[in-house]
C-alpha cells in the first residue's frame, strides 16, 4: 500500500460537506462551532465523533464577502478565494457536543456542532453529501468560478494589480447571505 492510500485509510470514513470559507475557518481559523438547525443535525445522522471536514464545491460571492467581514470580526485573516480548496477532504475535527445555546461568537444558529482538535490534511479531491457520508477520493477537485479567479481585480483579470492590501475592507457589513440567493458569476 503506497503512502497515500495508507494516510487515506487512517482518516475518518464520515465526513461533514461545509461552504468556504467557513470549512477553512474550522480547521485554520479558530472556528469552533458549526451552526445547522436541529433538523438537519437529526436527518444527518450527526453526532459526537471524530470526522473529515470536505470542502463543498461551490462558494458565492456574497457568501464570500460576508465569510472576510465575519472572520475579520474574530482577528481571522480569511484567504483569497482562489486559494481555497472546493470538492474536497482538507482536515479532520472532533465533534464532542451538540448544543441548543452557548456563550461562543461562533453560535449563531438553532444548534450547533462543538468542534474540538482540529488538523489540516494534505486536501484530498471527494464529492460532498448532505449530513454526515461516508466519502470517496474523487478524480479532481471542483473548479473556481469565474469571480473567485478574478477577485480583487480592477478589471477582472491577472493582469491588473489588487484593488486591497492584505484584506479587503468594507465601507458598510456585506449583507448576510441567504442559501436561497442566486448564485454570482
Not at 474550522?26 to 453526532?47: C, P, T, V, Y
Not at 460532498?128 to 477537485?141: D, K, N, V
Amino acid at each position: 500500500m503506497n503512502r497515500m492510500a495508507r494516510l487515506t485509510n487512517e482518516l475518518p470514513p464520515l465526513a461533514l460537506s461545509i461552504r468556504q470559507p467557513w470549512a477553512w475557518a474550522i480547521i485554520h481559523g479558530g472556528k469552533i462551532i458549526e451552526n445547522r438547525s436541529l433538523g438537519a443535525i437529526k436527518a444527518g445522522n450527526m453526532d459526537v465523533r471524530r470526522i473529515c471536514i470536505h470542502a463543498a464545491s461551490a462558494m458565492r460571492r456574497n457568501e464570500y464577502e460576508w465569510g472576510v467581514w465575519r472572520l475579520a470580526r474574530h482577528g481571522v485573516q480569511c484567504p483569497r478565494p482562489d486559494t481555497l480548496t472546493y470538492g474536497g477532504i482538507i482536515g479532520t475535527v472532533d465533534v464532542v457536543d451538540i448544543v441548543t445555546e452557548s456563550d461562543s461568537e461562533w453560535f449563531g444558529g438553532e444548534a450547533g456542532l462543538v468542534l474540538e482538535k482540529p488538523a489540516a490534511i494534505a486536501p484530498i479531491p471527494a464529492k460532498g453529501a448532505l449530513g454526515y457520508f461516508t466519502w470517496q477520493r474523487a478524480e479532481a477537485f471542483a473548479p473556481l468560478s469565474s469571480w473567485m479567479r478574478s477577485w480583487d481585480q480592477p478589471n477582472g483579470d491577472d493582469a491588473t494589480l489588487s484593488l486591497f492590501g492584505d484584506e479587503p475592507s468594507f465601507r458598510e457589513p456585506p449583507a448576510k447571505p441567504f442559501k436561497k440567493s442566486k448564485p454570482d458569476g
